[in-house]
């Protein structure tokens, strides 16, 4: 379906959500005709942050609100439909857009695999109404599921739209960038030759894969490396019980943008406990590139600033590569907690891969490794 008509059916003028690849149609659509506009597109730091600005949204002009996301940030909406949204509480409406990753029946990476054969039960389970879109569907049929949507609207329910691959299309194409200069490949490529045998958990996306690939052109072990690669926004958080269990080790996090932005608090509690043996590094390129490259709100704040307010005694910027290199030896040696946030150009390897170990193995070399 084209996404054009897909928007104009919708008759929305709030939009705000998680970007996903499923959702690349919408989700550039949206930066086409909005942009990052505070009335009518925000992106969100995560799916429940999202859920709440849509009941503001609501509360504010009666209308009904849009969340995009991919269907693993069902997860992070439980609370604030079940306890805020539903309609034995405030009953505030608002439509869900959720790309089907992982849908049974179609190939995809292991992260998304049993999140797939859940995600219409965790919708029927928060009484959410779902309708599957898929390439077949045909507007008419749209149309007539959002007239039965309205009638729920009414008595402050929650609908959603289930997105399959390839479901939507756009003639649009936004190019993402920014000013930039260090790749995030390299970036990972120093940190490799500084951190030898220690471990690193590395967060969900492109990273990960770049790691891995780092690691097979050495000709190394994974053994040292833990790639997170789903639950988003928690890799700092096995990181930092792993540094708390393994004093003796210095214990390495990299982490991106949004990842970081996703679930922040992590840092507060990381700043509170003060493993002295932890270096947290988040790549920021201000996007979340491995769904896309539409933007995060990491470009227009202080990470450092943040990081010192969460409690890390040493936190600092690298934005050119003789910096980073300085920045990662002190690390290496430094006895106490430190945070560096790393100026990232936006993009990647078109021919990148994926692991080719599975996550149980991963985790067994890993575990094995740290023993």
């Not at 799916?47 to 009904?64: F, M």
């Not at 995600?119 to 149309?143: G, H, N, P, R, S």
């Not at 010192?308 to 690298?318: D, F, H, K, W």
């Not at 990662?328 to 994926?354: H, N, Q, T």
Request: proline content about 4%.
């Amino acid at each position: 379906m084209d996404i054009k008509r897909f928007i104009d059916l919708l008759e929305a003028d709030f939009f705000t959500g998680v970007p996903d690849s499923q959702l690349k149609a919408l989700c550039d659509h949206l930066m086409f005709k909005y942009g990052i506009d505070p009335k009518h597109h925000v992106i969100a730091a995560n799916e429940g942050n999202a859920a709440a600005l849509a009941a503001g949204y609501h509360l504010a002009t009666g209308k009904v609100p849009v969340v995009y996301m991919q269907n693993s940030g069902e997860g992070n909406i439980i609370n604030p439909v079940a306890s805020l949204l539903n309609d034995k509480v405030y009953g505030i409406p608002c439509l869900f857009i959720v790309g089907w990753r992982g849908e049974p029946g179609v190939r995809d990476e292991p992260q998304h695999i049993y999140q797939g054969e859940v995600t219409l039960k965790l919708l029927e389970d928060m009484d959410i109404a779902a309708f599957v879109i898929d390439k077949k569907t045909k507007e008419e049929e749209v149309q007539s599921k959002l007239l039965e949507y309205k009638k729920l609207w009414q008595k402050g329910k929650q609908c959603a739209f289930v997105i399959c691959k390839g479901a939507l299309e756009a003639d649009c194409k936004v190019e993402y960038q920014n000013a930039n200069v260090m790749k995030r490949e390299e970036i990972i490529r120093r940190i490799v030759a500084v951190t030898g045998e220690d471990p690193i958990v590395s967060t969900t996306g492109k990273a990960s894969r770049e790691l891995f690939e780092i690691r097979e052109a050495n000709g190394q072990t994974h053994g040292y490396d833990f790639f997170t690669v789903g639950s988003m926004g928690h890799s700092s958080s096995i990181a930092l019980r792993i540094a708390v269990n393994e004093p003796e080790k210095k214990v390495w996090c990299i982490d991106g943008d949004g990842s970081a932005l996703m679930h922040m608090g992590a840092m507060a509690v990381i700043g509170a406990t003060q493993p002295k043996n932890l270096v947290h590094i988040v790549i920021n390129n201000g996007a979340h590139e491995t769904v896309g490259g539409m933007p995060t709100v990491a470009g227009k704040i202080d990470l450092v600033q943040i990081a010192r307010g969460c409690g890390y005694p040493n936190a600092v910027s690298a934005d050119n590569f003789e910096n980073l290199d300085e920045t990662l030896k002190e690390a290496k040696k430094a006895a106490g907690l430190s945070f560096i946030e790393v100026k990232c150009a936006i993009g990647a390897r078109s021919d990148l891969g994926r692991p080719t170990t599975t996550p149980e193995e991963n985790k067994k070399a890993f575990m094995e490794s740290l023993r």
